[in-house]
């Protein structure tokens, strides 16, 4: 039975580092500038961690945000601080990428309340000297973009040529589009939803009681106590990433063929490939993410719902936009399936905004907007070329 | 943040109570009849609690046997000992239900490896004196019928007229047949399948890690040492009681409404009612489960795969079958979806067995086979009266 449970060994000393004095550019918003949630209080003060890739042009017309979706962070493409892996967009974004960084100027934020030096639970609270834990505010979707406006004023960013993210990260992108149009010439959503199912909310609070049942959580004190609840977070992240796959690509996969043997070991080792393969996920997780924030970002998704934050009618949280979309699903993604992105289509139609939608055939699942997906790239590629044409940009060396 | 996370009032006094001396008639087999397990040990001295429902008839042609569920138990159709419940098959078993017990002799009894009554990882080792946890050999669906097989030889029951169940219930319903074809009449497979998918391998798994990271788990020893893997346990139900239902299931049921409040309240107590839903399916279960017999009734599951048992044709496992088969699924199932039950009825078509098959509509998911279901229960009745014709059996009064 000696490897019947997961194995974790920690070294907590990157992630810790990141989340204070992070590798990134930081911008630093003292008391005149608080960050105003929508749980009605002020964050004050607080800091954003960023990067950059590109220029932007003198006419500070080529800036494309790219928001991170709930385990992502800023860094899309360059080498993970902690991890020392490649960025998670290193195939979309970069020189001659779908989203090229020789044309347009790439800022990507780590958003409010994760934990790669942006503000969040794991940060320092000015007014105790310890680190926030629960008694850091929840925080929304929203609360999270109007985070990014203010990083934008900082930059001396006016309007973005475009905005893209998948899961959390389309989230971002269509509250944009509503927060703030005027500021947003082209929003590309990938595997969104305007209003997070159910079925969602259940798989996330299932993560998050996975997280507090652990006792090293310590009611989120963990970092004062010394502990770390990285077993729950490893058991949340191997539940979620089943959700981010399919049933076709884990059979693809790994079928039921068995890990380094030829029988059945009739233990509660890993002897299924497939189980490798989540303890894997779940153990090299914890290495890199915090517990509080996962607690943090999976409730602001729970608690996303443009359609009632505009009186039950979606149209209107487009009504009047000059901002062109393209919507992406995925057949497979069972998690924000492509309903989902047709009632965002549907929508934008009724508001008559310009929008295109393509829905692409994989078995990947939800993750296929992090994959090798050539026909996401091309809908990508051709989709911010085209609208590049519209805003006057200079054509790509390619 | 009072009731941000799980809280879990135990008496595990019931429960282990019904583990060694249930309230339901009890075989004891003794070293003279072993139980040949598929792990190559003999499980010697093994018992089986079961319930019986009806009479056996004069002819002894009478005999129903029905296989429960993961989570199930034999109190099919009586208050149950621990929770004090209704039987988990109530609208199907009994008095002029479909499985009609003025009419057949049913026979329930618990699976090996589980917690009321029947030998499993919380039953005493008797080369020990300890509970057995960990040590309780592996065990497969086929030792499960294995046993029932003897179950019934003590019965005086040479065969069955029918064999119905659901979900792992299914798998032994299946195993029945390929075992022990000329003790088969008829039978039942419900949302079942012949091998247990990757992506269910995987929730399981996640199911069993969450047990396993609970520290009171104590490495399956905690009977002894006097703890109880409540939390772990009530996260593994949470995660697969969603994998029973149904997105659209769960939207109707819950959506997005929130539980006694009409705002959200921006922390992390169970603002929604899907959330609260989860939170009391979870506390319930562990109140009347053993947290042992959960890894080890999801390892069975796992493990099952009757295909490569048949040398990769499944239809081999039904070569030359008699017994007349009613194999059903249902629309929204996606833990066992139609195309399992479709694979069953091909493979079962290729062996020239007799066999219908209804797909049921229902939006109720996995579950729907425990569930108010008049389809269903049509089905079940139509197919047992037809059999029963074909058996000999006298009508049943309704």
């Known amino acids: 039975m000696a490897d019947a449970s997961l194995s974790i060994v920690r070294d907590a000393t990157g992630r810790s580092r990141e989340a204070e004095n992070p590798q990134s550019p930081l911008v630093r918003f003292g008391p005149e500038k ?14 954003i961690a960023y990067q950059t890739y590109g220029e932007l042009n003198a006419e500070r017309s080529n800036a494309v945000l790219i928001c991170h979706a709930l385990t992502g962070d800023q860094h899309v ?11 998670w967009w290193e195939t979309m974004v970069g020189p001659g990428r779908p989203i090229d960084t020789q044309r347009y100027f790439v800022i990507s934020p780590n ?5 790669m030096g942006t503000t969040g639970p794991s940060s320092i609270n000015p007014a105790t000297g310890e680190p926030w834990g629960l008694n850091f505010p929840v925080i929304t979707i929203r609360d999270m973009v109007r985070a990014q406006a203010m990083l934008l004023d900082h930059l001396g960013v006016p309007s973005l040529f475009a905005i893209a993210g998948g899961s959390m990260g389309g989230m971002q992108v269509l509250q944009w589009a509503a927060s703030y149009p005027e500021r947003v010439f082209a929003a590309l959503p990938i595997a969104a939803s305007t209003r997070h199912s159910a079925q969602n909310i259940a798989f996330h609070e299932v ?3 996975a997280v507090m049942a652990d006792p090293d959580w310590r009611g989120g004190r963990y970092q004062l106590e010394g502990t770390n609840p990285h077993r729950g977070l490893a058991v949340a992240r191997m539940g979620a990433h089943i959700t981010y796959l399919s049933d076709a690509a884990l059979h693809r996969k790994f079928g039921r063929r068995l890990q380094d043997r030829s029988n059945p070991t009739f ?10 393969y989540l303890r894997h996920q779940g153990i090299s997780f914890v290495e890199r993410f915090d517990a509080n924030s996962y ?40 998690l924000f399936p492509t309903a989902e992105s047709r009632a965002i289509v549907h929508a934008l139609n ?5 929008v295109s939608f393509a829905e692409i055939e994989t078995d990947k699942g939800h ?3 992090l994959l090798e997906e050539p026909e996401l790239f091309a809908i990508v590629r051709g989709f911010l070329e085209g609208a590049g044409r519209l805003r006057g940009l200079k054509p790509g060396k390619s």
Not at 304 to 328: I, K
Request: net charge negative; with cysteine; glycine share 8%.
């Open 367 to 369: 993750d296929a907007f």
């Open 77 to 87: 493409a360059n080498v993970h601080p902690v991890t020392g892996k490649p960025g």
């Open 350 to 354: 009724a508001a008559s905004a310009p």
């Open 34 to 47: 608080p960050l105003r949630l929508d749980a009605g209080i002020d964050l004050t003060p607080f800091q």
């Open 295 to 334: 607690l943090y970002l999976t409730r602001a998704m729970d608690y996303f719902d443009l359609t009632a934050d505009y009186g039950g009618v979606l149209a209107q949280a487009f009504h009047g936009t000059r901002t062109r979309f393209c919507v992406v699903s995925f057949t497979s993604d069972w």
């Open 111 to 115: 958003v409010v309340g994760a934990c």
């Open 207 to 209: 993560g998050r009681q």
């Open 267 to 276: 233990s509660f080792d890993a002897d299924f490939q497939v189980e490798n």
